[in-house]
Nanobody
Framework: QVQLVESGGGLVQPGGSLRLSCAAS????????MAWFRQSPGKQRELVAT???????NYADSVKGRFTISRDNAKNTVYLQMSSLKPEDTAVYYC?????????????????WGQGTQVTVSS
């Protein structure tokens, strides 16, 4: 079993910054890609940023230049540094990871989600 636990959300004024963290624990052989998604009320969940095991990153156009995704492989943790926050960034942010787990002599990949953390950008 694998768990993803997020932290770091909260209320911030427009133009402010927040750093989200997501730590993976449990039956982890290796972590492939990791990502952050977000979902606002009445909208579909959207991809915010991704990072591969090698550190290659990709961002949604709406956050390019403002958000930075990074990972600490030793800690099985992914981060999302958010700067110059706007009211439209308000959403529940979810961590996602594709993780290889061990079952006997085999490994198998599976996608996992965190529970979500609320980010509210408001004055």
């Amino acid at each position: 079993q694998v768990q993803l636990v997020e932290s770091g959300g909260g209320l911030v004024q427009p133009g402010g910054s927040l750093r989200l963290s997501c730590a993976a624990s449990g039956n982890i052989f290796s972590i492939m890609h990791m990502a952050w998604f977000r979902q606002s009320p009445g909208k579909q969940r959207e991809l915010v940023a991704t990072i591969t095991s090698g550190g290659s990153t990709n961002y949604a156009d709406s956050v390019k230049g403002r958000f930075t995704i990074s990972r600490d492989n030793a800690k099985n943790t992914v981060y999302l540094q958010m700067s110059s926050l706007k009211p439209e960034d308000t959403a529940v942010y979810y961590c996602n990871a594709r993780i290889l787990s061990v079952a006997g002599e085999l490994t198998y990949p599976r996608d996992y989600w965190g529970q979500g953390t609320q980010v509210t950008v408001s004055s």
